[in-house]
Structures are given as structure tokens and as C-alpha cells.
């Protein structure tokens, strides 16, 4: 069925329904085409691609991809930056025209490639005291699948499209975690998994040597005080809003702490204001002429529906009384239209709000607006802003455990699938570093992943396959990066080695 397919094999599917015709003069448009595909299936694309552009067709394609841009004909380069600081064509021409611009972001990126490790060295292997150990895994195509990830540091989950990736991951890893810790240690963003598709312990057995929880009856107490997982957040490929209701602050919930700030105001509290008066959700302090969504939606017969602004409030979601309440000068929908980088700094002195919105800013998202819809993001900003929530709540988890119980808090395990969607290479370099971070802390990240800059970032690798479907599910190869680029089955092997290399010659 279509549930068990991975992202590569639905895109693999989508993009043959429309290129497989034998078409001539056909114009296609295509946005970012190479979302989910292992490197391998990325040469088999473009050279689709590059036989539909000779039968005469043209193509106009969205996309971060680097090989791609080394195989177009022409290329437009939009920019400086993002959102209020991009919307203009920084350069146009051919690859060398575009590495030529000095204003261009593309242009420093693929003059000057990451170099890898970039801290200059990984986090050893040899004195992990605590993996976390798959035995036994069946689902899908996984065939009785052994495995383990070093507690504390950063691994990655690759292989071709359909070689058991996210089975491993979202049916044998978070359900056996989510069964250990129970509801409340596990936190996830987006939908959670099928009941149908999650393993009972009798499919695989997963346990931790020295954590909370055991499935099996193995003991080992001289690893008492060594980190141990207390907590398992998930960031998955789901949309975060379908409305416009949803905005970035809403989402990462730190609207409400803006909301309460706003609802302890000498002026609020003397009209008996609560947070909800300044919730745009709700009636009583929300404009009810476009009932808080700050436009109104004109029905266009024939034609897709038309947005204006509202003319009572003029876009600003909130009636009079409401906006004349004022935090430092400023109305809650002042706030609304605060880029989150301006925002933190006029929040500095709250850190419950200041502090998950420099994340945001950190993984380079501070040009995005507070109140801005959800559904106008693009995909690459929406999956950031999924895995900045996920962090908000694990650092806040872990910062509760310093304060009230006095201790050092556990390892906190993050699962990531691709968070690398959408990302153009310099914001691949800043996830990078948030992740490395989070490593640091004593955090234990596992990814999946088909970026080769972040696969040659792991400190361990486990390369599933060797190719997709039943001839898949299976461990190739395992270790770090250069231990996996030896190996002669692996099919990332061949691409992470050029990857490699170039590193080592920058």
C-alpha cells in the first residue's frame, strides 16, 4: 500500500506518472525533484531529465542539489538571503557565470565546500559505554535486522530508497523506546505512527545496556553513571499547519508565554484581561470581522479563492481595545508582525520566550515572522521549525532536570528523518551545527539521510541495502564515515569517498 512506501519511492513514483510520457515541446516544472533520493538514484534522474530537455521539451526545476546545478543550461540564482532579505535575482547564466558573483550564496557554497569533520575530528567510538542495541528487527522488508547506535553521538541511518530506513527508525526504534519510557517521555512532531505498523516486542527486541529500561537480562553495572536515554522526541516529514491559524509562534508554543506576558500588564489586569483576550483564535480580543486571521477570503467562481486585507483591522488580527495594550511601545500585534530575530532581542529579558526563538534564529529562520501562516512556508523552513520545537522541548526537559532534581539529566534520544528537505547548502551547514550541539550535551541523534555533507559529518554509520525493497533490509556496512567509504557493497560507499577526498584536499 501507499503507507509503506519511503519518501524516495512516492517521489520516484510521482515524477515517472509525469515524465514517462514521450512527449516533445512539453514545458515541465519541477519543485525540487530530488527530495528523497539516495545519490545513486539522483544520477538515473537527472539523466531523465537531461533526455526529456534533448527530445525537445524544456525544463524549469526548483532545487538545492549541486549535481543539478552542475547539469543545467542556465541558471537562476535568487537571494541575497531569505524571506525580507531575498526576492531578487542575484545572478543568472551558466555555472561559472553564477560561481563568479560575489554576492551570490550559491556561488560561496560551491566555491568553498565544507570540509569535513568540520570541527576537524570526530567524537570516538572507542569509549561509547552505552549502544543502543536492535536485534531481531522484521517489518517491512527489514529481514531479522542486528544493529546498534553509540548512546551520545551523532549517527546516521543511510541507503538507497526503499532499503528499510525509516522502517527501522518509525516501527522498530521509536515503538520500542515509546513501550520503555512510556507516553510521557516520548514526544513527536507530526502524526503518530500506525498501530498497524509498529512491532510487538515478540518482532524485535531492543534494549539499552545501562539505561532505564531493559528488554532483555542483561546487567552491567559498572555503567551506572554513564549517560542514559530519559526521553525520545521525533521529527518526521508531516506538515506543521494546513491553516493559517498556525504560525511559527503558535507552533513552537511560545506564543503562549508572549500571550501571559501580555495578560500581566498593569492596563490588562485592570480590565480583567486573561491570555486568552490575546489569543487571535478566540473570541473577545480577536477582530471578528475576519475572526483573527488578519484577511478575508473573496470566493472567485471559475478561479481560486482571493485574499484581501481586512479593512477593520487592517491585517493586524486584533480589535482596538486589544491593540491598546503595550509592552514596551509595542501591541500584541506589533509582535505579530516582529521578524523572530527582532523579536528575541525585544523578549531578552524572558528567556522562556527568548530562548526557543535564538534557536530559531540559529538554524536560520530569524527573517521569518511571528504571525506568519504556516502553509506559506516553504518546505525547508517548515521542516527547521519542526526540529527547533523538538529541541525547545528536550532543552527545557533537560534544563527542568538541573534545576528541580538537582542532577544531571539523561541522554535525550532525537530521531530525524531528512531534516535536510528543502535546505540550500549554506542552511545544511547551520543544521550541522545545531545538531553537533546538541551532541555536546550529551544528547544522542540518529538521522536519516541521503545529504552526503551530513553523512560525512556522523561520528557512525549504518548503511541499509544494499538496494531497495526485497533485496534490501539488510546492514551493509557500519562505522564511521571513512570505515563505511571502503566498504564494496555499500552503494554510498562510492559517492561519501568522492566526498571524502575532497575534503581531505581542501
Known amino acids: 500500500s501507499a503507507k509503506t512506501l519511503s519518501g524516495g519511492e512516492s517521489q520516484r513514483i510521482r515524477l515517472a506518472a509525469q515524465l514517462g510520457s514521450n512527449l516533445r515541446g512539453v514545458l515541465y516544472v519541477l519543485d525540487e525533484p530530488t527530495i528523497g533520493l539516495h545519490p545513486r538514484d539522483n544520477v538515473h534522474l537527472l539523466a531523465t531529465l537531461t533526455a526529456l530537455r534533448n527530445k525537445g521539451n524544456s525544463l524549469i526545476i526548483v532545487e538545492h542539489d549541486e549535481e543539478t546545478m552542475r547539469r543545467a543550461d542556465h541558471i537562476v540564482d535568487l537571494g541575497p538571503r531569505a524571506g525580507l532579505h531575498g526576492g531578487e535575482v542575484v545572478a543568472t547564466g551558466t555555472l561559472r557565470d553564477i560561481e563568479r558573483n560575489p554576492n551570490s550564496e550559491t556561488a560561496r557554497c560551491l566555491k568553498a565546500p565544507v570540509r569535513h569533520p568540520i570541527r576537524g575530528s570526530r567524537r570516538a567510538l572507542r569509549n561509547v559505554e552505552n549502544w543502543i542495541k536492535v536485534r531481531g528487527a522484521r517489518a517491512n522488508n527489514l529481514k531479522n535486522v542486528d544493529v546498534r547506535f553509540p548512546v551520545g553521538?551523532?549517527?546516521?541511518?543511510?541507503?538507497?530508497?526503499?532499503?528499510?530506513?525509516?522502517?527501522?527508525?518509525?516501527?522498530?526504534?521509536?515503538?520500542?523506546?515509546?513501550?520503555?519510557?512510556?507516553?510521557?517521555?516520548?514526544?513527536?512532531?507530526?502524526?503518530?505512527?500506525?498501530?498497524?505498523?509498529?512491532?510487538?516486542?515478540?518482532?524485535?527486541?531492543?534494549?539499552?545496556?545501562?539505561?532505564?529500561?531493559?528488554?532483555?537480562?542483561?546487567?552491567?553495572?559498572?555503567?551506572?553513571?554513564?549517560?542514559?536515554?530519559?526521553?525520545?522526541?521525533?521529527?518526521?516529514?508531516?506538515?506543521?499547519?494546513?491553516?493559517?491559524?498556525?504560525?511559527?509562534?503558535?507552533?513552537?508554543?511560545?506564543?503562549?508565554?508572549?500571550?501571559?506576558?501580555?495578560?500581566?500588564?498593569?492596563?490588562?489586569?485592570?480590565?480583567?484581561?486573561?491570555?486568552?483576550?490575546?489569543?487571535?483564535?478566540?473570541?473577545?480580543?480577536?477582530?471578528?470581522?475576519?475572526?483573527?486571521?488578519?484577511?478575508?477570503?473573496?470566493?472567485?467562481?471559475?478561479l481560486p479563492s482571493s485574499y484581501v486585507p481586512c479593512e477593520d483591522c487592517h491585517g493586524r488580527r486584533y480589535n482596538p481595545q486589544t491593540l491598546e495594550v503595550l509592552y514596551n511601545e509595542k501591541s500584541i500585534g506589533d509582535v505579530m508582525e516582529m521578524t523572530i530575530e527582532e523579536a528575541a532581542q525585544f523578549f531578552s529579558v524572558h528567556p522562556k520566550i527568548a530562548r526557543p526563538l535564538s534557536l530559531l534564529v540559529d538554524t536560520g529562520l530569524g527573517y521569518l515572522k511571528l504571525g506568519q501562516p504556516s502553509p506559506t512556508l516553504s518546505g525547508g523552513e517548515a521542516q527547521r521549525l519542526k526540529l527547533v520545537t523538538q529541541l525547545k522541548r528536550g532543552v527545557s526537559r533537560a534544563t527542568s532536570e538541573r534545576i528541580r532534581k538537582m542532577r544531571r539529566p539523561g541522554s535525550t534520544l532525537y530521531l530525524l528523518e531528512e531534516p535536510t528537505i528543502g535546505l540550500h547548502m549554506a542552511d545544511i551547514e547551520l543544521l550541522l551545527n545545531v545538531l553537533h550541539r546538541l551532541v555536546d550535551e550529551g544528547n544522542t541523534v540518529i538521522v536519516i539521510e541521503h545529504n552526503l555533507s551530513v553523512i560525512a559529518e556522523a561520528d557512525y554509520i549504518v548503511d541499509l541495502g544494499p538496494?531497495?525493497?526485497?533485496?534490501?533490509?539488510?546492514?551493509?556496512?557500519?562505522?564511521?564515515?571513512?570505515?563505511?567509504?571502503?566498504?564494496?557493497?555499500?552503494?554510498?560507499?562510492?559517492?561519501?569517498?568522492?566526498?571524502?577526498?575532497?575534503?581531505?584536499?581542501?
Open 153 to 302: 553521538r551523532l549517527s546516521v541511518i543511510t541507503g538507497i530508497s526503499g532499503s528499510g530506513k525509516s522502517t527501522l527508525m518509525h516501527d522498530v526504534i521509536l515503538p520500542t523506546v515509546r513501550a520503555g519510557l512510556g507516553s510521557a517521555g516520548v514526544s513527536r512532531a507530526g502524526e503518530r505512527v500506525p498501530r498497524s505498523r509498529t512491532l510487538s516486542t515478540k518482532d524485535s527486541e531492543l534494549y539499552f545496556k545501562g539505561s532505564l529500561f531493559r528488554r532483555d537480562a542483561e546487567t552491567n553495572t559498572g555503567n551506572a553513571c554513564a549517560p542514559q536515554i530519559e526521553a525520545v522526541y521525533e521529527v518526521d516529514q508531516s506538515p506543521i499547519g494546513k491553516t493559517s491559524r498556525s504560525t511559527p509562534g503558535t507552533y513552537m508554543k511560545v506564543f503562549d508565554e508572549i500571550r501571559n506576558l501580555y495578560a500581566q500588564l498593569p492596563v490588562s489586569r485592570v480590565r480583567g484581561y486573561s491570555a486568552s483576550r490575546f489569543s487571535f483564535n478566540a473570541e473577545g480580543g480577536r477582530c471578528e470581522t475576519c475572526k483573527g486571521q488578519g484577511v478575508i477570503k473573496l470566493e472567485m467562481s471559475f
Open 467 to 506: 538496494e531497495a525493497g526485497d533485496a534490501g533490509g539488510r546492514v551493509v556496512a557500519t562505522g564511521t564515515p571513512e570505515h563505511v567509504a571502503k566498504n564494496r557493497v555499500s552503494r554510498t560507499a562510492p559517492f561519501l569517498r568522492k566526498v571524502l577526498s575532497t575534503s581531505r584536499a581542501l
